[in-house]
């Protein structure tokens, strides 16, 4: 296993468009956690799952932002309707669940024109 | 309650210097501190972390010191070399599913 990946690493868009990120954790790992970063910030929790499921989201995740993990492999983040502000760099992560070590991904960089 | 305070903003060290890095919390259900390193258009990289049961942690040339009355953890890099040059950032949590709070980050530069 390699760590964390996700896909795309980059993303342009329009705003108005609607885009989708995956993240794929490492194998063993039941716990996704997503995070943004803006420029020049620490990243911000947005939301996590434990298995399939969506246990905690941040106030930062506005109703416009929805995430899955149906199979508690992989997860999607999906953003509608973007806006010039949701432009910053996604990170996913990947946690044991008996665990607090966080082992993250290289993240996907959306800009919103 | 939720913040932790990273300082400074950023750093220059001269090579074969040590580096230090300080962060402060409010939240004492907090019980797991880690540091991650950032180079630009990556993923945080864990480099190494400490719980409050301890007062200090070494691995390799990271050391984290821990204050637990005062609040307080710092990263010390030794003999800090240009390839640490990065962005180092702190972070903590607690039981309420290991969610990370992350401080604002410090610039680091090790000037050859």
């Excluded at chain 1, 246990?55 to 506005?62: A, H, N, T």
């Excluded at chain 1, 309707?81 to 990947?94: F, H, K, N, V, W």
């Excluded at chain 2, 230090?20 to 259900?29: Q, R, V």
Aim: glycine residues 8%; aromatic residues 12%; charged residues 20%.
């Amino acid at each position: 296993d390699t760590g964390v990946s996700q896909d795309p690493r980059h993303k342009i868009t329009k705003r108005g468009q609607n885009v989708t990120f995956r993240c794929d954790p490492i194998s063993e790992h039941n716990r996704l956690y997503w995070y943004r970063q803006t420029l020049g910030q620490g990243p911000e929790f947005l939301t996590y799952f434990q298995n399939e499921a969506q246990l905690e989201k941040s106030r930062l995740l506005s109703d416009r932002f929805s995430a899955e993990r149906p199979k508690g492999s992989f997860s999607t983040l999906e953003i509608q309707r973007t806006e010039q502000g949701d432009s910053a760099m996604y990170l996913c992560a990947s946690s044991s669940w008996d665990d607090n070590e966080q082992f993250f991904g290289p993240g996907t960089r959306l800009t919103v024109l | 309650q939720q913040q932790v305070k990273q300082s400074p903003q950023s750093l220059i060290v001269q090579k074969g210097g040590i580096s230090i890095i300080n962060c402060a919390y409010e939240n004492t259900a907090f019980d797991y501190f880690p540091w991650y390193q950032q180079f630009p258009g990556k993923g945080p990289a864990l480099l190494i972390a400490i719980r409050p049961d301890v007062s200090e942690k070494k691995e390799g040339r990271f050391t984290i010191s821990f204050n637990k009355s005062a609040k307080q953890f710092s990263l010390h890099i030794m003999d800090s070399q240009p390839g640490d040059s990065a962005t180092y950032f702190c972070a903590a949590s607690g039981t309420w599913g290991n969610k990370l709070v992350f401080g604002a980050g410090t610039i680091l530069r090790v000037k050859s």
